[in-house]
């Protein structure tokens, strides 16, 4: 494999087993077992573990932000219905059988320094994740946007939370029904199509 592809394969690696088991349980042996290389070579690009964790975190915080606006502008139009489309594509997420709950909630629970690079690269993913819902709801031109986007941003991490211990999909329905509650009291309600869309994604 070229330098980059092996770069690529440890942070594969890392992410599927920091998921499994938690940062701190997985143990840089561990990781080069998995990955199948030499311990040299993962020094060679990841100085210390907490480099690597890092690294992980950045990937998957791109990863995931990018994934989720391109599930939203590819599944609705409306700003309503995209704003909704969010927690479809949450559903997603929590129904893949890798779900173990959110990364970087479990990274800023074992890495308890608020001030350590750890914990800030976790909250800093929440906070984008959060900026992306109040660009949402300013398209929606709702009185109180950010107010708006701070409660689905809640609905959003409870929903995760429960669907962690219950490992089903129904607490992120229910969020999305209590958004759409939330929302309508505001006078702003899904089109028709994007109603239509929430009821296959609960039949599916």
Do not use: W
């Not at 100085?47 to 950045?58: N, P, R, S, V």
């Not at 750890?118 to 660009?135: I, N």
């Not at 969020?175 to 239509?196: F, I, N, T």
Request: net charge neutral; charged share 30%.
């Amino acid at each position: 494999m070229r330098r980059s592809e092996i770069r690529g394969h440890l942070l594969d690696t890392a992410l599927r087993l920091f998921n499994e088991h938690g940062y701190h349980a997985t143990g840089i042996d561990l990781i080069i077992a998995e990955a199948g290389v030499a311990k040299t070579t993962l020094y060679r690009h990841f100085e210390t573990k907490e480099d690597l964790i890092l690294t992980a975190l950045e990937r998957r915080d791109e990863e995931d932000r990018m994934a989720m606006r391109t599930f939203v502008e590819r599944n609705a139009s409306d700003p309503v219905d995209r704003l909704l489309a969010t927690f479809d594509f949450l559903e997603t997420t929590v129904r893949d059988k890798q779900f173990r709950g959110c990364m970087f909630m479990s990274a800023a629970g074992e890495h308890k320094d608020s001030v350590g690079p750890v914990f800030r690269a976790a909250l800093m993913h929440k906070r984008l994740v959060l900026a992306y819902f109040e660009e949402l709801a300013h398209a929606v031109r709702l009185a109180e946007p950010k107010r708006i986007a701070a409660e689905i941003n809640l609905m959003h991490e409870g929903a995760v939370a429960v669907a962690q211990m219950t490992r089903t999909a129904e607490p992120v329905r229910l969020s999305k029904r209590m958004a759409g509650q939330l929302l309508a009291a505001e006078g702003r309600s899904p089109s028709a199509r994007g109603e239509d869309a929430g009821r296959r994604t609960e039949a599916s």
